[in-house]
């Protein structure tokens, strides 16, 4: 496939090294590579269609060098304060970006954040995301989405009496068949395209309007606990073996 895209993109992974949910997650195998190493490997794919840089943010000297062993950029260690549990992924992202910018003297116009808890992510869905917001100039974002397994008409609030009631006030109990519902959708977790301004101005990872890239749900696992681990383990095995397709 041509280059045609015609700006400068960054692509931006963080990874810290202290984990709550699953310790030293980003370090944890999954086939023969660390989790970090899917998505750097497969932003470095998806390089071969577009032209992207790929950098990575860490506090972390083991997982750096393990990002560096997968190919990506990884030219610093980021602040301790930036490293805390409560902070959250733009001011990493923007500090990633200057950083960049000062080294290679150039300037990005579009930046995409991955994240590494996500490793199913696939080549192509980076690059779709990558031309949707380029084929739309009036967009200041673009991001992975995938079908809701538990329709939001289906979800529950349980009242301090115990009394059960809809989560979404329909007036009457929706019975209807899944396939009669309407199609609502969440984040996938895995990849955020968006302009400079929307990062470096607005400091937020997404702006508004947003383009929602349809991506499957299997590529769509935000690992957070070791239940989430093993089920991409899994995952990732049927497709290596051929089995997922």
Same mark, same amino acid.
């Given at each position: 496939?041509?280059?045609?895209?015609?700006?400068?993109?960054?692509?931006?992974?963080?990874?810290?090294?202290?984990?709550?949910?699953?310790?030293?997650?980003? !370090?944890?195998?999954?086939?023969?590579?660390?989790?970090?190493?899917?998505? +750097?490997?497969?932003?470095? /794919?998806?390089?071969?269609?577009?032209?992207?840089?790929?950098?990575?943010?860490?506090?972390?000297?083991?997982?750096?060098?393990?990002?560096?062993?997968? =190919?990506?950029?990884?030219?610093?260690?980021?602040?301790?304060?930036?490293?805390?549990?409560?902070?959250?992924?733009?001011? $990493?992202?923007?500090?990633?970006?200057?950083?960049?910018? %000062?080294?290679?003297?150039?300037?990005?116009?579009?930046? +995409?954040?991955?994240?590494?808890?996500?490793?199913?992510?696939?080549?192509?869905?980076? $690059?779709?995301?990558?031309?949707?917001?380029?084929?739309?100039?009036?967009?200041?974002?673009?991001?992975?989405?995938?079908? +809701?397994?538990?329709?939001?008409?289906?979800? /529950?609030?349980? !009242?301090?009496?115990?009394?059960?009631?809809?989560?979404?006030?329909?007036?009457?109990?929706?019975?209807?068949?899944?396939?009669?519902?309407?199609?609502?959708?969440?984040?996938?977790? %895995?990849?955020?395209?968006?302009?400079?301004?929307? $990062?470096?101005? =607005?400091?937020?990872?997404?702006?508004?309007?947003?383009? =929602? +890239?349809? $991506?499957?749900?299997?590529?769509?696992?935000?690992?957070?606990?070791?239940?989430?681990?093993?089920?991409?383990? !899994?995952?990732?095995?049927?497709?290596? %073996?051929?089995?997922?397709?």
């Amino acid at each position: 496939m041509a280059k045609l895209i015609d700006f400068n993109a960054l692509v931006v992974v963080i990874a810290r090294g202290d984990s709550k949910g699953v310790p030293r997650k980003n !370090l944890m195998p999954v086939g023969n590579l660390p989790l970090l190493g899917h998505i +750097v490997q497969a932003a470095i /794919k998806a390089s071969e269609t577009l032209p992207l840089a790929v950098i990575l943010s860490t506090d972390s000297e083991e997982i750096r060098q393990a990002a560096i062993d997968a =190919g990506a950029w990884a030219p610093f260690l980021r602040p301790a304060e930036l490293a805390e549990d409560d902070v959250p992924s733009w001011p $990493v992202v923007q500090h990633a970006v200057e950083q960049a910018e %000062s080294i290679k003297r150039t300037r990005y116009d579009v930046i +995409v954040y991955l994240q590494p808890t996500a490793p199913l992510c696939r080549p192509e869905d980076i $690059v779709r995301c990558i031309r949707t917001l380029h084929e739309n100039p009036n967009a200041e974002s673009a991001v992975a989405v995938t079908e +809701v397994e538990t329709h939001p008409f289906r979800m /529950k609030r349980l !009242l301090n009496d115990g009394r059960l009631i809809n989560y979404i006030d329909q007036g009457f109990e929706d019975m209807r068949p899944r396939q009669q519902l309407p199609k609502v959708y969440r984040r996938a977790g %895995s990849v955020y395209v968006s302009r400079r301004k929307v $990062v470096m101005e =607005g400091n937020t990872l997404v702006g508004d309007p947003c383009i =929602g +890239v349809v $991506v499957p749900p299997e590529t769509a696992i935000d690992i957070d606990t070791e239940i989430d681990l093993e089920l991409v383990r !899994l995952l990732y095995e049927r497709k290596k %073996s051929g089995r997922g397709d």
